[in-house]
């Protein structure tokens, strides 16, 4: 593994870094969603519009057609610019690349456009309540009337459906199909009909990050199935292979800063001098490397053979782990003013709590590396 950048990948990083330079973020507005939310979306058309947005896409989209390498440093920069995710990274990272591979050129042509410029947010419809890690257990329902498709059920864990014009939606369109993961079906679901129902979830930091979605009649025209009725676990897995793609870049340095702000803190109030401390700040430091260090493995296996490897799980169950313990340790430290309602370290220590649940709960992901990482035998 070389981590040596070649000549292209660095003038794409100091043009990246002259372009953030002169184009600031600016301060993100606290205490209200909707106002954050405008923010980061705001953010997103300023990419779009500077050509940076969606690096990773082919240029014949409106992307720069990056390297694997490219898109890492993108991540890895605008973290250390202080900068968002774009507000449509669900449309950017999954249902992008999945219309690429899977639409028509009616489909590319109607949606790839208002993914780029956030004119239109999508969701991702896949978790159910008794359907979360395991997707083959949909039982939400598509029943054929006439040239549409006519969905009942619920999802749940729904990332920004609040804000969402479109769903990546997967049901169930033959209920007697012999294996679990056959008879499923994907859906370009427009969210801005009667038949959907948006509850948000309130977490214990006071947002509404995910929220449950409720569909009773909603209608989706058969020009919307995408990938072909019965296909629907091909074109998932197409999601599913791209949902951490990049983000472990942006993560990793996003707890780096976060570390090196409690470093600052504790050295402040004449903590570092106390052994056991520095012992515990210098094992968040060697973790911290260590996921940086093992996410561009992981990217190197994907440049040698093609595809995403269970290296990416291995990144998203140690970013968790790494998170909570920062963020529990900022709150051994610094006391009560780590835990004041609005201060920036306790929603950091709250919103962590949810970390080993998303984007695959951290008992699936130590199965998913005993078994595909380690050679382990599959438990019974």
């Known amino acids: 593994m070389d981590l040596t950048f070649d000549a292209r990948e660095t003038a794409f990083r100091d043009e990246l870094r ?103 947010i999508w969701c991702q419809g896949f978790s159910e309540p008794d359907a979360g890690s395991d997707l083959a257990a949909v039982k939400t329902r598509a029943v054929k009337d006439g040239d549409e498709w006519v969905i009942t059920g619920q999802k749940v864990w729904t990332s920004m459906a609040q804000y969402a014009k479109w769903c990546m939606l997967v049901a169930r369109t033959d209920p007697d199909a012999p294996k679990k993961h056959q008879g499923l079906t994907y859906f370009l679901m427009d969210m801005e009909q009667d038949g959907v129902e948006v509850v948000p979830l309130k977490q214990i930091t006071g947002e509404s990050e995910f929220n449950e979605l409720f569909l009773d009649g909603a209608r989706v025209p058969d020009a919307n199935v995408l990938g072909g009725v019965g296909n629907g676990w091909k074109v998932a897995l197409t999601t599913l292979m791209n949902e951490r793609s990049g ?57 040698t053979y093609g595809q995403p490897g269970p290296e990416g799980s291995l990144t998203k169950w140690m970013w968790s782990d790494t998170n909570q313990a920062l963020t529990q340790l900022a709150a051994d430290l610094l006391g009560p003013e780590a835990l004041t309602d609005g201060a920036p370290w306790a929603f950091e220590l709250l919103r962590a709590r949810g970390n080993s649940i998303e984007g695959g709960t951290t008992e699936v992901l130590k199965n998913i590396v005993a078994e595909r990482v380690l050679g382990l035998p599959r438990l019974k």
């Open 247 to 303: 983000l472990a870049f942006f993560l990793q340095v996003r707890m780096r800063q976060l570390l090196d702000q409690l470093v600052g803190e504790a050295s402040a109030r004449g903590l570092l001098d106390d052994p056991v401390v520095a012992d515990k700040l210098g094992e968040l430091h060697l973790r911290c490397e260590v996921l940086r260090l093992t996410a561009y493995r992981g990217l190197t296996a994907i440049e």
């Open 18 to 120: 002259a372009w953030l330079a002169a184009n600031p973020p600016g301060t993100p507005p606290h205490g209200d969603e909707d106002a954050h939310y405008a923010w980061r979306r705001d953010w997103q058309r300023r990419l779009a519009e500077g050509g940076w947005a969606a690096v990773h896409w082919p240029a014949e989209h409106g992307g720069r057609g990056a390297t694997l390498t490219q898109s890492a440093i993108f991540y890895e920069e605008l973290a250390a610019a202080g900068a968002p995710l774009p507000a449509n990274v669900l449309g950017l990272l999954l249902a992008g690349p999945t219309i690429m591979t899977w639409g028509t050129q009616e489909q590319k042509e109607r949606h790839l456009v208002p993914i780029l410029t956030a004119e239109e």
